[in-house]
């Protein structure tokens, strides 16, 4: 089953290179799995699925958000035409990466940012610092969990009504909205579009999306190495797995921790 080969041609983006450009020593220059794109001369693509795995803080969505400015997407999210900007928190990253394309250019795209009340929190933010004697707007966002369900309802109709064949997608943890069921469900659609002549690339921890059958899954070590794994040993699958064997073993060695 996990040797289906996806049927469209895919691979709009075949590589990704660290310009030799980028030599801050800060923010994101800095971090281990960035300097592991410079020294290490650059990160193949291959067309479908390609899964970023790692522990939080790894540099995922970094990493997700300058191949996304790079390839011309709003840091913010959004298709190719999103041009909106609430505040600058992305990373100049974009700016010093390559991207070496393939001949064929994607017919459409989306970026799906990790954070996915961004952009209604932005603006939020904007109107709380607009001094208006009133009460702050955030206040009253504070119950985010009755928009949570509508929020994995929208993304499920962003996947199946707006994604469509030859798309370039980028997904930051798509699995923070959905249900166990509407993480199956995304499974089955990425397969889909990935038969479809679609590439994708989706930073992730969870383990029911990482099962997709051909697809590829790359991993950030904490040395900041990037390299491809298996599923059985993705990060996300062996620690869920253990976990879920034996609970109480997990449960005991954390509760008699600090
Ligand atoms: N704007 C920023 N300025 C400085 N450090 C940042 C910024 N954004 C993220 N970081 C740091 O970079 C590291 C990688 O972050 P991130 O790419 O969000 O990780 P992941 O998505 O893998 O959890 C984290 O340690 C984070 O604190
Ligand atoms: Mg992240």
């Not at 660290?18 to 281990?32: K, M, W």
């Not at 300097?35 to 001369?41: A, E, H, N, Y």
């Not at 992305?90 to 961004?118: C, I, M, N, Q």
Request: proline share 6%.
């Amino acid at each position: 089953m996990r040797n289906v080969r996806f049927g469209g041609p895919g691979g709009f983006i075949r590589e990704v290179r660290l310009a030799n450009t980028a030599v801050a020593d800060e923010y994101p220059f800095a971090l281990p799995v960035v300097r592991w794109l410079g020294g290490s001369g650059g990160l193949a693509l291959p067309p479908g699925v390609t899964f970023l795995v790692g522990e939080n803080g790894a540099g995922k969505s970094t990493l997700l958000e300058a191949i996304a400015v790079a390839a011309g997407f709003n840091p913010e999210g959004g298709s190719r035409n999103f041009r909106f900007a609430t505040r600058a928190s992305e990373s100049s990253l974009g700016d010093h990466l390559v991207l070496r394309w393939g001949v064929t250019k994607p017919r459409t795209g989306f970026f799906l940012r990790a954070e996915s009340y961004y952009n209604v929190a932005s603006e939020i933010e904007r109107l709380d610092s607009t001094p208006d004697g009133g009460p702050p707007l955030l206040t009253a966002y504070g119950g985010v969990s009755a928009h949570e369900r509508s929020h994995g309802e929208s993304f499920l109709d962003l996947v199946t009504h707006r994604f469509g064949p030859n798309g370039l997608y980028l997904l930051d943890e798509p699995e923070a909205a959905l249900s166990v069921r509407g993480c199956m469900a995304v499974l089955a659609r990425l397969a889909e579009l990935a038969d479809r002549g679609c590439q994708i690339l989706v930073a992730t921890h969870s383990p029911i999306l990482l099962a997709l059958p051909g697809a590829t899954i790359c991993e950030i070590a904490d040395d900041g190495h990037l390299g491809r794994v298996d599923f059985d040993d993705a990060l996300p699958v062996r620690l869920t797995r253990g976990f879920l064997s034996n609970p109480d073993r997990f449960l005991r060695h954390l509760f008699t921790e600090d």
